[in-house]
């Protein structure tokens, strides 16, 4: 079926004083809706048609020459106004505020806090020459702020969009003029971290399961790796600590401060077990502790 321009969530006037009612009108019912006809124009008629913009934007090099840059620009203008006008709800009214859970532990993992995370987004977007984007995205590992010019998406590099800013001037002329640093920093009072976090839990990761299931001697009981808790961690690294720097045992001190850095992911998570956290965090514990074939278990 060809693209359509999705309903709004929300009432044109409903995320002022931030973003007006003349702006999304425009926005969404003039610029999105051109996206819309010009890719669905380009698809017509040939294998492409009604594929679903985030596959062909993984795909464009398999694209006919002749149409390639046009679906690049309007199914990606298409993709990336999706993202846009699904990510922002009224102010107070699930707009706004910081994000919670597993998606403000990533934020911080990255940016060390919300305001630096902030501030990063902020001068992405400024950095942005012309008509653009600055994204956080997840790289299958850890979230990290990118930009895109035109209507490229990062999709288009394997990277997973969470949230994007669109710095063309349509998206804030009519209310800030030049002032685009006015126009993000209000942005960021109508974004609705919930649609974010969906988006974060739903990112590829990788399969930890394998993982998990490795058995682990503690205290000379062979346990199972996702089942180990806080207690568990602590107990390992406070016996292996000990035997730090004595002989044949010279590297355990490595290993030791592994489990350290292991018992303070599982507090700060609030994780009960190895399980609850992360799954490039897990993979990240799994290097650092297995110093033997992943095939013979763990120290």
Known sequence: MPYSVPD???????????ISEATMRVH???HHQAYVDKANAALAETEWEGIKPM????????????????????????????IFFRSMAPAGEGGGGEPTGKLFNAIKDTFRSFDVFKET???AAMSTFG??????VHDGSRVLIVTTVNQDNPI???????????????AYYLDYE????????AWFAVIDWEVVAKRYADAPVPDVS?????????????????ELTLDDARTQSSELGALAGWGPMAKVGSIARAWTELAKNLEGRGAATVADLEPPMIKQAALDLWIIAPERGMI
């Open 121 to 123: 987004m902020e001068a």
């Open 8 to 18: 709004l969530n929300y009432a044109y006037d409903a995320l002022a004083p931030h």
């Open 178 to 185: 030049n002032r685009r640093a006015d126009y993000v920093k």
């Open 55 to 82: 596959k062909l934007l993984t795909r464009l090099d398999e694209l006919p020459e002749d149409i390639r840059d046009t679906v690049r620009n309007n199914a990606g203008g298409y993709y990336n106004h999706n």
């Open 156 to 170: 288009s590099d394997g990277l997973t969009p969470l949230l994007g800013v669109d710095v063309w001037e349509h």
């Open 210 to 226: 394998h993982i998990l299931e490795r058995p682990v001697s503690i205290s000379g009981k062979q346990r199972v790796f996702g």
């Open 28 to 30: 969404h019912d003039k």
């Open 131 to 136: 008509s653009g984007w600055a994204w956080l």
